[in-house]
């Protein structure tokens, strides 16, 4: 959005043009409502403001000009060279994002300093509270809003942008190579190549990118020309940024891409993939390759992101890019009823159901919610971090992905077991999760329906038993990762094996208690299960327990001594006899 100028900003008025003036000269206008005991007065801060603003459907916050029309500049000293931390902070404590400028009535002197607060308006359904009271203006008051008001505003379902008629947009705007390709894709996708052979008209109407002769705006984001899009819908545009380095500011490259979708996303992947590189892996005679930048994973973000982001709403999908990360940003939050912690498990409705509709027939993108699907599958079999849209908020979705393979070992196990699988006998995006759990060792998290599935398919192996059972990933694992001295250890251990660890110890420090044998058999059994094999070496009269509860010690048997003279006796005798025959 533009910044308004202080001009302007004379003209407005409070309640039509959704902006609120405060004088503020001395820059002590409260942000938070401090200690006022009243939560009328409290309310009466930037803060509040922003939260009534930002329900109203968004406004200004202007401090340091009258309150009174026409709106003279007095100035302010508000968080003179503090606006970035102001930023950070009304984000904190609202969720909110506000932009944030500071004007001047002289810019040659820089007095009249006014300082704009620009907050965004609320996304459909959603309410912003202060001190847990959603609030909005009335007249010069903050108000809780009713119980009819919030009502209404939860009941709210986001109309579908891409499905409206842009009036001002005719056949003749749309560009034919973007049609040819659209056509040739839908004709590809469908198994029906006499689609190709249709008027562009016949196929803009029957996917309803016309209706009754006029284009929607899903045509002129899909089809649209350069020129078109730029003057119409230049939030429509994908900017593509190059770094370095994460900790660098200014980007390396900058590219604006306008062109209609079905031109723009080749270009816009063949430019991501010039910075691309990739790890052969060698599995014997098989040999793959794990890109840094999977194609279907970055397709699928992009696609996800001009499919499902709000073009009511200035900004344009941004795609930060990384030697070994990339960022994709677009406006809008998660559409309506998703949410982080249940994006892989509900099936959303897209906010632009038609544009998503196009998408899917022509083979871009997968059915509803399968492409986050596709993006969390791939990269976890790939041996890399989860996909993360923590960065995300109720103004935009931010999906970070990793290009550092961190495990190889895990993508060679999973290659291997599945390259000879038809597509629908593969794992499900779940099951590459719950594996990827197995393998940082959280199976206690997994579901038990996905514990079964993957030990029948042999991918997991059990260990331990009753409470102190967890699982492994099988042993191919451990050998694509040259680890198979952990995976011994990480065998059930049974009687001989205990004894092979605490006889030694004994035999050094005379005694030990329970605490000092968990110790040293700890990450191969647990407490409970070496409580039971000493209380078995006990019953066998191979230790000797002392004492009682706290102060219970034991030590090695007469039994066990006598037997391990014995063993060595024979051990040596046979040792003698095999050298007089000459066989050592």
């Known amino acids: 959005m533009s910044k308004l100028t202080i001009e302007h900003l004379k003209t407005l008025r409070e309640s039509e043009d959704k902006v609120e003036f405060k004088r503020a000269a001395q820059g002590n206008f409260a942000y938070d409502g401090g200690s006022k005991p009243n939560p009328k007065d409290r309310r009466k801060c930037i803060l509040g403001y922003v939260t009534a603003l930002c329900n109203e459907g968004g406004g200004y916050l202007v401090l340091g000009m009258e309150d009174a029309y026409p709106h003279q500049v007095v100035g302010t000293k508000q968080n003179k060279g503090a606006i970035g931390e102001l930023e950070s902070n009304i984000y904190r404590d609202t969720s909110i994002r506000p932009s944030i400028y500071e004007l001047y009535e002289d810019e040659t002197t820089k007095e009249g300093r006014v300082l704009v607060i620009d907050v965004p308006g609320r996304p459909i359904g959603k309410l912003f509270r202060f001190e847990d009271v959603p609030l909005m203006r009335v007249g010069e008051e903050l108000k809780p809003m009713s119980d009819e008001e919030i009502f209404k505003i939860l009941q709210e379902q986001e109309p579908d942008f891409s499905s409206e008629i842009c009036s001002t947009v005719s056949i003749n705007d749309l560009d034919t190579e973007a049609i040819r390709i659209l056509k040739q894709k839908y004709a590809t996708k469908q198994k029906n190549p006499n689609f190709l052979t249709l008027p562009d008209e016949q196929v803009l109407s029957d996917l309803q990118l016309m209706k009754e002769g006029k284009v929607t705006y899903a045509a002129l984001i899909l089809v649209g020309k350069r020129e078109k899009l730029i003057e119409l819908l230049p939030q429509a545009s994908v900017i593509l940024e190059y770094r370095k380095s994460e900790n660098l500011v200014p980007y390396d490259n900058r590219y604006t891409y306008s062109e209609p979708f079905y031109k723009m996303i080749d270009m816009l992947w063949h430019d991501i993939n010039l910075r691309n590189d990739k790890i052969d892996v060698n599995d014997n005679s098989y040999i793959f390759n794990i890109p840094f930048f999977n194609e279907d994973v970055i397709r699928e973000a992009i696609n996800n992101a001009i499919a499902h982001r709000d073009y009511r709403r200035t900004s344009e999908t941004v795609i930060k890019q990384y030697p070994q990360k990339l960022i994709v940003m677009n406006a809008g939050g998660f559409p309506l009823g998703v949410s982080i912690d249940n994006l892989l498990r509900v099936q959303s409705t897209p906010r ?46 931010e999906l970070h992905l990793s290009a550092v393979i961190k495990d190889k070992a895990f993508a060679m196990f999973l ?35 996905s514990i079964e599935k993957l030990l029948s398919c042999g991918l997991i192996e059990k260990r331990g038993r009753t409470r102190g059972t967890y699982y492994i990933l099988s042993k191919s694992y451990y050998e694509f990762s040259g680890q198979e001295g952990e995976y011994s250890q990480k065998d059930d251990w049974g009687i001989n094996q205990v004894m092979s660890v605490i006889m030694p110890h004994l035999t050094k420090f005379g005694k030990a208690k329970m605490k000092d044998f968990a110790k040293l058999l700890d990450g191969h059994l647990t407490r409970r299960q070496v409580r039971t094999v000493i209380d078995k070496l006990v019953a066998y009269q191979l230790l000797i327990k002392e004492g009682e509860g706290a102060s219970t010690t034991y030590k090695i048997a007469e039994k066990y001594i006598k037997n391990s003279a014995l063993v060595a006796r024979a051990f040596d005798l046979g040792i003698k006899e095999m050298k007089k025959r000459g066989e050592i």
Request: glycine share 6%; aromatic share 4%.
């Open 352 to 397: 632009n159901r038609l544009l998503a509709d196009v998408l899917e027939k022509t083979g871009i993108v997968e059915r509803s919610g399968q492409g986050i699907d596709k993006i969390f599958k791939n990269t976890l079999s790939e041996g890399k971090d989860s996909p993360d849209y923590s960065h995300s908020d109720s103004f935009r979705v």
């Open 415 to 449: 290659e291997s077991e599945q390259r000879d699988l038809a597509e629908e006998d593969r794992l499900s995006v779940f099951d590459v999760i719950s594996l990827n759990e197995v393998r940082q060792g959280k199976s206690q998290s997994v579901e038990k329906d």
